[in-house]
């Protein structure tokens, strides 16, 4: 273990529990000083419930905080900047509608006789920016500014407090590459003139090229703290999905030999800035295409592409040849275009209606509200699709959150098959449910695929992503990096290619 003299920052055996969820268990963090630091996992490993818990948002059950030798119990994100502890975020929390100058000092104003000493507040905002660099007018409103100097100026307002710790939480998902490299450069300036830095970002290339450290953590629990130069990428996604991909055997999968049929939809370099890269990718009749990449890789940024849930700013879509533009969810909607989102709790269900009205919800949506359902109709369909589903539920009119989650996931797939979309996007349809359930989603799947519906399928899970899919692309990064078929669909080639450096990405 390092000597004592070196830690800044030791949280020890953080314990904290939700109900129904053990969040964290006995989780031990270490932030030495002057290093950038890197907490990764995958989705609910505990990155952010640990946050929370360092800056005070979350009150852990048990545990302690040692900050420069002393221990603290911070109570509130303003008691960690008490501390020394200070956050930026990937949204930004300042006011476009004041200063520069303001936003740095705001809650802290200087004063002179019981007056704003505006000169001074001026003068101390330019040598905050000074130190880091950045040279602009703090007497310009912030929100003149681009969301890159934004970042900048948070960090800078941050360090100011005299910091001994600062969190940064995502600050690069909507930055170009110059500027990313400038805010690197910053970072390492702090670095290196004492302060420490958490960086979170689901970037891998970003984390090898600025950490120094890295701790993963996995189901709430803590894998292990590492050396980033000693840690091959492919070995730190095995420890974040909890798979030694290194002795994988080949896998005996069955690939469905069928007939190509037309390309339903086509995308040809579709992006959006600052949401995905531009990408090409083509869907046939009857064809599943499925996604695969860690978390935040870009894969549900490309299905809202898609759904219209996002707008693209480049490149065009082709439905059946035709060109088209999906500025909102109807739009894919009427074009016979279905998504299952990847939280169904809160983007999918409307808990406190009924299961029947939930799985007509669509159906409603497409006729407009002019059209009403009538109810022995509503009635009618809810039946149908309860038991093409298996959907195990007391009664179409008990309220859907009465349902277990695997049934709660059935709903909301009744409620697109009722539309007959000929495509059908399904994100993470099996997160968060039982193995019975998910077996019966992925047969689900694979038998509308059968029946000539096109399908995009989207998991964390990489074995249920080739079990279903005919062709897989690869994302990392928010790009689309490679596309395979076959007898090349095997999870260890797709883990080697998401854990390649981006000059040799296939």
């Given at each position: 273990?390092e000597?004592n003299?070196d830690?800044?920052?030791?949280?020890s055996d953080i314990?904290i529990e939700f109900?129904?969820?053990?969040?964290?268990?006995?989780?031990?963090?270490?932030?030495?000083r002057?290093?950038?630091?890197?907490?990764?996992?995958?989705?609910?490993?505990?990155?952010?419930?640990?946050?929370k818990?360092?800056?005070?948002?979350y009150?852990?059950d048990?545990g302690s905080?040692?900050?420069d030798?002393?221990?603290?119990h911070?109570q509130?994100?303003?008691?960690a900047?008490?501390?020394?502890v200070?956050?930026?975020?990937?949204?930004?929390?300042?006011?476009?509608?004041?200063s520069?100058?303001?936003?740095?000092?705001?809650?802290?104003?200087?004063?002179?006789?019981?007056?704003?000493?505006?000169?001074?507040?001026?003068?101390?905002?330019?040598?905050?920016l000074?130190?880091?660099?950045?040279?602009?007018?703090?007497t310009r409103?912030?929100?003149?500014?681009?969301?890159?100097?934004?970042?900048m100026i948070?960090i800078?307002?941050?360090?100011?407090?005299?910091?001994k710790?600062l969190?940064?939480?995502?600050?690069?998902?909507?930055?170009?590459?110059p500027?990313?490299e400038?805010?690197?450069?910053t970072?390492?300036?702090?670095?290196d003139e004492g302060l420490?830095?958490i960086?979170?970002s689901?970037?891998?290339?970003?984390?090898?090229?600025?950490?120094?450290?890295?701790?993963?953590?996995?189901n709430?629990r803590?894998?292990?703290e590492?050396?980033?130069?000693?840690?091959?990428?492919l070995?730190l996604?095995?420890?974040m999905?909890g798979?030694?991909?290194?002795?994988?055997?080949?896998?005996?999968k069955?690939v469905?030999?069928k007939e190509?049929?037309?390309?339903?939809?086509?995308a040809k370099?579709l992006g959006?800035k600052?949401?995905?890269?531009p990408?090409?990718?083509s869907i046939?009749k009857?064809?599943?295409?499925g996604f695969?990449?860690?978390?935040g890789?870009?894969r549900?940024?490309?299905a809202?592409?898609?759904?219209?849930?996002e707008?693209?700013?480049?490149?065009?879509?082709l439905?059946?040849s035709?060109?088209?533009?999906?500025?909102?969810?109807?739009?894919a909607?009427n074009?016979?275009i279905?998504?299952?989102?990847?939280?169904?709790?809160?983007?999918?269900?409307?808990?406190?209606l009924?299961?029947?009205?939930?799985i007509i919800?669509?159906?409603?949506?497409?006729q407009?509200i002019?059209?009403?359902?009538?109810l022995?109709?509503?009635t009618?369909i809810a039946?149908e699709?309860?038991?093409?589903?298996?959907?195990v539920t007391?009664?179409?009119?008990?309220?859907?959150?009465?349902l277990?989650?695997?049934?709660?996931?059935?709903?909301?797939?009744?409620r697109?098959l009722?539309t007959?979309?000929?495509?059908?996007?399904l994100?993470?349809?099996?997160?968060?449910i039982?193995v019975?359930?998910k077996?019966?989603?992925?047969?689900l799947a694979m038998?509308?695929?059968?029946?000539?519906?096109?399908?995009v399928?989207?998991?964390?899970e990489?074995?249920?992503?080739?079990?279903?899919?005919?062709?897989?692309?690869?994302?990392?990064?928010?790009k689309?990096?490679?596309?395979?078929?076959g007898?090349?669909?095997e999870?260890?080639?797709?883990?080697k290619?998401?854990?390649?450096d981006s000059?040799?990405?296939?």
């Amino acid at each position: 273990m390092e000597p004592n003299t070196d830690v800044i920052l030791r949280m020890s055996d953080i314990d904290i529990e939700f109900p129904g969820v053990h969040a964290l268990d006995s989780v031990d963090f270490t932030l030495r000083r002057n290093e950038i630091h890197s907490i990764m996992g995958e989705n609910g490993a505990g990155k952010s419930t640990l946050i929370k818990v360092l800056t005070g948002v979350y009150k852990k059950d048990r545990g302690s905080i040692t900050l420069d030798g002393v221990e603290i119990h911070p109570q509130s994100p303003l008691e960690a900047r008490y501390y020394g502890v200070n956050s930026v975020y990937q949204e930004i929390n300042l006011c476009d509608n004041l200063s520069v100058a303001e936003n740095i000092f705001i809650g802290r104003q200087k004063t002179r006789f019981g007056k704003i000493d505006w000169k001074s507040i001026r003068s101390g905002a330019e040598e905050a920016l000074r130190k880091l660099n950045i040279t602009v007018d703090v007497t310009r409103l912030l929100g003149s500014y681009s969301v890159a100097v934004k970042q900048m100026i948070a960090i800078a307002r941050a360090v100011d407090m005299n910091s001994k710790v600062l969190i940064l939480d995502e600050p690069t998902s909507s930055l170009d590459r110059p500027e990313v490299e400038q805010l690197f450069s910053t970072i390492r300036k702090l670095r290196d003139e004492g302060l420490s830095v958490i960086f979170i970002s689901h970037f891998l290339d970003q984390i090898y090229e600025l950490c120094d450290r890295v701790t993963v953590l996995r189901n709430g629990r803590l894998i292990g703290e590492y050396v980033l130069h000693d840690l091959p990428r492919l070995e730190l996604i095995s420890k974040m999905v909890g798979k030694d991909f290194s002795s994988l055997k080949n896998q005996n999968k069955s690939v469905r030999d069928k007939e190509r049929n037309e390309v339903f939809i086509e995308a040809k370099h579709l992006g959006k800035k600052h949401v995905v890269e531009p990408f090409d990718l083509s869907i046939h009749k009857g064809e599943t295409l499925g996604f695969a990449g860690l978390l935040g890789s870009g894969r549900t940024e490309v299905a809202n592409l898609l759904f219209g849930i996002e707008e693209a700013d480049n490149g065009e879509l082709l439905l059946q040849s035709h060109r088209k533009t999906f500025k909102k969810p109807r739009d894919a909607i009427n074009s016979l275009i279905a998504f299952c989102p990847e939280d169904r709790k809160k983007n999918g269900l409307i808990h406190d209606l009924s299961v029947r009205e939930n799985i007509i919800l669509a159906m409603q949506a497409k006729q407009g509200i002019f059209k009403y359902l009538p109810l022995k109709k509503q009635t009618e369909i809810a039946a149908e699709y309860i038991k093409k589903l298996g959907i195990v539920t007391p009664g179409a009119d008990i309220p859907v959150k009465n349902l277990s989650g695997g049934n709660q996931q059935k709903v909301i797939l009744a409620r697109w098959l009722v539309t007959n979309p000929s495509l059908l996007i399904l994100d993470e349809p099996t997160r968060g449910i039982d193995v019975a359930a998910k077996a019966e989603i992925m047969n689900l799947a694979m038998r509308l695929c059968d029946e000539g519906m096109s399908l995009v399928f989207i998991s964390s899970e990489i074995e249920e992503v080739i079990r279903c899919s005919d062709r897989v692309a690869v994302m990392r990064d928010r790009k689309k990096i490679a596309e395979i078929a076959g007898t090349d669909l095997e999870e260890e080639k797709i883990m080697k290619i998401i854990a390649a450096d981006s000059g040799s990405a296939a």
